[in-house]
């Protein structure tokens, strides 16, 4: 057959060629030395972890929306000019040590604009906040953006409490997870429900809508049913 011998890529030999030795040894030790199941395993994984990303995909830009939205409030509120993005006054670490040496979560924003520029787009705010990663949303959350929480509180309006770990804590365990699953690490060994959870609950802080909204499109909880 055109393409390679179909019968050949569920054996073990063609995994370890092509995945690597090493890392499905971990699948291995979870199925008591049962290849086939560890085959399996390593599907599942992989069809978890991109539903996750599906999942994701929708509660990311919802977010950073909510976030900019509040955080344009605020900067029109107290009468400044441009977009609260450019950190012209200077609250978000930019220049913090000197001319072009700045501090997150600044530095995130920087590297942005870099992306825009080497993307040879418009170095618009819309263009920039489509390029900051889910990293600097958790910073903006974070205890060291207290300054902010104020203002950003009505983001999660539907939150139980105004409390910054709320929000926080979840937000902070997602970029965790997120992170381990970029980097294609196995989900198996994590609390992948807790994380979905994380998600739907801070989704539904924003919008109870948006949480129903994301769970019914969302095929991570019958993969979870589904787990090998």
Request: proline share 4%.
């Amino acid at each position: 057959m055109a393409g390679g011998d179909v019968a050949n890529m569920g054996d073990w030999a063609f995994y370890e060629q092509h995945f690597a030795h090493a890392r499905l040894q971990h699948y291995l030790a979870r199925t008591s030395g049962d290849a086939a199941a560890a085959m399996e395993l390593y599907r599942w994984n992989v069809a978890v972890s991109g539903a996750f990303w599906q999942s994701l995909a929708y509660f990311e830009v919802a977010l950073r929306n909510r976030l900019d939205d509040r955080m344009t409030l605020r900067h029109t509120a107290r009468g400044r000019s441009g977009h609260w993005v450019f950190d012209d006054a200077r609250e978000l670490g930019r220049d913090a040590n000197g001319p072009g040496r700045h501090r997150q979560p600044y530095k995130d924003i920087d590297r942005a604009k870099q992306r825009v520029r080497d993307n040879r787009k418009t170095m618009s705010a819309g263009q920039i906040i489509s390029e900051v990663s889910f990293g600097f949303w958790h910073q903006m959350v974070s205890r060291r953006q207290m300054a902010l929480w104020p203002d950003l509180a009505d983001a999660f309006f539907h939150a139980p409490n105004r409390a910054q770990p709320t929000v926080q804590q979840p937000v902070e365990r997602l970029r965790e997870f997120r992170n381990r699953n970029g980097h294609h690490h196995r989900v198996w060994s994590e609390d992948v429900q807790g994380r979905y959870d994380d998600l739907l609950g801070v989704a539904g802080f924003i919008d109870p809508d948006l949480r129903i909204f994301i769970d019914r499109h969302s095929l991570v909880p019958r993969l979870i049913a589904a787990c090998p």
